[in-house]
Each structure stands twice: as structure tokens, then as C-alpha cells.
């Protein structure tokens, strides 16, 4: 398991779900966690690492807002000598059907796309001033969380598909451009995950399960199971990794 001592970690939308989890299992690593989410207020489960000074939550931030982007990441660098790893996890999927609204498709689009371009930039040009560090002379590395949809077609979510593809196209085009600094950049793509949104939806919607595609394991992802995958990309155990794209869907094709 690798640690994450002495390391600085911005993680997006880290208020609930898979990126909650990708918080605390930084944080349980040795890692400082700077995170950001549009809920003004952090969840109870980080509250004794905001205390203990592992933690830095700042809420009511909106992905999309490029110019909040540059005040916060600038925020960020005064605090912490270095920009270790960036996991851009904010994302949303609204409800589409066989052609989405307007609306639907522009806030996605602004979300999925805007906000991983927003931190993802942000990082890259931070990181590329950096000294490399390291026996493998990183300068940092980037996660971005696309989606099994990222790398299938899914009825009634063109749109959320389309965002998550392109998440993992920034991903590989980033690596090509920006891997000569030794920075890496790589993308996973979780399928269905027991997040506290999806339980609720699973309880209260009839039917609903018997939507999810099947899988070998017969069973949805904790999102401790992706928050690992998440790790393992960001540590030097992954030195050699790079421009991929980690599936996370339980063997789902």
C-alpha cells in the first residue's frame, strides 16, 4: 500500500460519493487533501481530519466557474509548497431520456468536461515548474474519473456519455503533450458504485436494479474499491503508467 506522506492532493467534489471516499483513503495514507464540493458544508466523515489539519475543505464551488478555478488553485499553491496529484472527480449525470434538454446537455457539458479542463489545466501548469522528484523524476500525476460509459455507448445518456469520453480523451491527449515533464495523466472508469446517492435510488425506485448491465462478480463497487484504484494511479506504484485508461466495473465489457 503506498503512502502518501508529505503529499499534496487537490481532489474535486470530495463532499459525498467516490470522491468522499478517494478523501479519506488519501488521508488515512499520510496525505494533505485539499478538496473542494458545490455542498457549503463538509460531510461529518472528514470532519476529525479538517480538525487534525489533513483535510482542507472548501465548499460551495462550482467546477465550471474557470475564474473560482484559478482563485482556488492559487490558493492552493501559497499553502503548500508543491501539487503532488489531482483527482478531478466533480462530475453529474442529469436525466436525459432519448434526446436530453438543453439545459441538461449545457450543464453537463460545463461540469464533466469544463471542470476537469478548468483543475486539469490549472495542475499541468503547476506541475510542469516543478522540481521532479523522485527515482522516477515525477512532477506529479493526474486521475480524472470518467466512466464505463466512457467507453461504451448507453441508452438514455448520450450526453453523459459523450462527457466521459471525452474525459478520457483529455486524458490520453494530456499524457501525449505533457509527459516529457514527467507528469502523468490517466483516467478511471467505474462502473455502477453503492454510493450513498445510489443506495437512496435503489430503495426508493422500483425496477431500478434490474437496470445495471451484469457483471462476472455479480455485485456493484463499494467506493473504497474505486478510491483504491484512484490511489494506486497517483502513487509511484504506477510509475509506468500512463495515458491509460483503468476499468473499474467488475469485469463489466
Known amino acids: 500500500?503506498?503512502?502518501f506522506t508529505g503529499k499534496n492532493v487537490v481532489v474535486t467534489g470530495a463532499g459525498s460519493g467516490i470522491g468522499?471516499?478517494?478523501?479519506l483513503t488519501l488521508a488515512e495514507r499520510g496525505a494533505s487533501v485539499w478538496t473542494i464540493d458545490l455542498s457549503a458544508n463538509p460531510p461529518d466523515e472528514l470532519k476529525s481530519w479538517i480538525d487534525a489539519g489533513k483535510v482542507h475543505f472548501e465548499g460551495g464551488i462550482d467546477v465550471a466557474d474557470r475564474e473560482v478555478c484559478r482563485r482556488y488553485m492559487e490558493k492552493v499553491a501559497a499553502a503548500a509548497e508543491r501539487l503532488d496529484g489531482l483527482v478531478n472527480n466533480a462530475g453529474i449525470?442529469?436525466?436525459?431520456g432519448p434526446i436530453a434538454s438543453d439545459e441538461a446537455y449545457?450543464?453537463?457539458?460545463?461540469?464533466n468536461i469544463g471542470g476537469v479542463w478548468n483543475y486539469g489545466t490549472a495542475a499541468?501548469?503547476?506541475?510542469?515548474?516543478?522540481?521532479?522528484?523522485?527515482?522516477?523524476?515525477?512532477?506529479?500525476?493526474?486521475?480524472?474519473?470518467?466512466?464505463?460509459?466512457?467507453?461504451?455507448?448507453?441508452?438514455?445518456?448520450?450526453?453523459?456519455?459523450?462527457?466521459?469520453?471525452?474525459?478520457?480523451?483529455?486524458s490520453r491527449?494530456?499524457?501525449?503533450?505533457?509527459?516529457?515533464?514527467?507528469?502523468?495523466?490517466?483516467?478511471?472508469?467505474?462502473?455502477?458504485?453503492?454510493?450513498?446517492a445510489f443506495v437512496k435510488?435503489?430503495?426508493?425506485?422500483?425496477g431500478f436494479l434490474d437496470t445495471?448491465?451484469?457483471?462476472?462478480?455479480?455485485?456493484v463497487a463499494k467506493p473504497s474499491e474505486i478510491a483504491s484504484a484512484v490511489a494506486f494511479l497517483l502513487s509511484d506504484e504506477a510509475s509506468y503508467v500512463a495515458g491509460e485508461v483503468l476499468s473499474v466495473t467488475g469485469g463489466h465489457t
Not at 176 to 193: H, L, Q
Open 1 to 3: 500500500m503506498a503512502s
Open 20 to 23: 468522499l471516499a478517494i478523501t
Open 93 to 96: 449525470g442529469l436525466y436525459e
Open 106 to 111: 449545457d450543464r453537463m457539458i460545463s461540469v
Open 124 to 170: 499541468l501548469r503547476a506541475m510542469e515548474k516543478q522540481e521532479p522528484q523522485g527515482p522516477f523524476g515525477s512532477r506529479g500525476s493526474i486521475v480524472n474519473i470518467a466512466s464505463g460509459a466512457g467507453l461504451r455507448g448507453v441508452s438514455g445518456l448520450a450526453v453523459y456519455c459523450a462527457t466521459k469520453h471525452a474525459v478520457i480523451g483529455l
Open 173 to 196: 491527449a494530456w499524457q501525449e503533450d505533457f509527459g516529457k515533464f514527467g507528469i502523468r495523466t490517466n483516467s478511471v472508469a467505474p462502473g455502477a458504485t453503492a454510493t450513498a
Open 201 to 206: 435510488r435503489a430503495e426508493e425506485e422500483e
Open 212 to 219: 445495471l448491465p451484469s457483471n462476472p462478480l455479480g455485485r
